[in-house]
């Protein structure tokens, strides 16, 4: 991205690294955390004399749903999403390069609406409690507009530097 190698911007630089390194390590933790609660709610339910968990299979589904959330973000990042591009391929840069600036608009939008709907979500469960753990559901929840969040400033990100090509490529083709 555009950001990452302007030597201008050298403190937002520092910060996303820094906020992609927590992502990662809490992806890495809720990873091994679930793998642990699975392995011990097994253990728990096939030994004898030991009484099965009963918050593992909760906790283990909270863990997936944030960590769903969080990944997505790394897969738009690193622009390793299945699409289909047999019809962009052939078309000449400047075509594509607006094709992806509409899709990102248009995904922008889509992100801030779910965004906007999971705050709702937030709202609404904010006094609603899991059943076998002792958390507050909208913990869960803000999962939603936290991943939707990360999404739009990654979008937002690649729609500037797209922006940025577009530019140097009329520059480009105006200097000819």
């Known amino acids: 991205m555009y950001f990452y190698n302007n030597p201008n911007f050298k403190n937002i630089n520092k910060f996303i690294n820094i906020f992609k390194k927590a992502r990662e390590t809490v992806i890495v933790i809720s990873l091994f955390s679930?793998?642990?609660?699975?392995?011990?709610?097994?253990?728990?339910?096939?030994?004898?004399?030991?009484?099965p968990i009963t918050w593992s299979e909760e906790a283990i589904r909270y863990t997936f749903v944030w960590m769903v959330f969080l990944s997505l973000s790394i897969n738009v990042e690193k622009k390793d999403l299945l699409g289909v591009d047999i019809v962009v391929n052939r078309l000449s840069l400047r075509l594509k390069l607006l094709i992806e600036i509409f899709c990102k608009i248009l995904?922008?939008?889509?992100?801030?609406?779910?965004?906007?709907?999971?705050?709702r979500m937030v709202h609404i469960n904010i006094v609603q409690k899991a059943s076998t753990l002792p958390i507050n559901l909208a913990i869960v929840y803000l999962a939603i507009p936290t991943g939707?969040?990360?999404l739009i400033l990654i979008f937002f990100s690649q729609l500037i530097e797209d922006f940025i090509n577009?530019?140097?490529?009329?520059t480009n083709n105006n200097k000819r």
């Open 34 to 51: 679930m793998t642990i609660f699975t392995f011990v709610s097994v253990l728990f339910r096939y030994l004898p004399n030991l009484k």
């Open 107 to 119: 995904s922008i939008i889509l992100l801030f609406v779910i965004f906007s709907r999971g705050i």
């Open 148 to 150: 939707m969040f990360i």
């Open 166 to 170: 577009l530019s140097k490529k009329i």
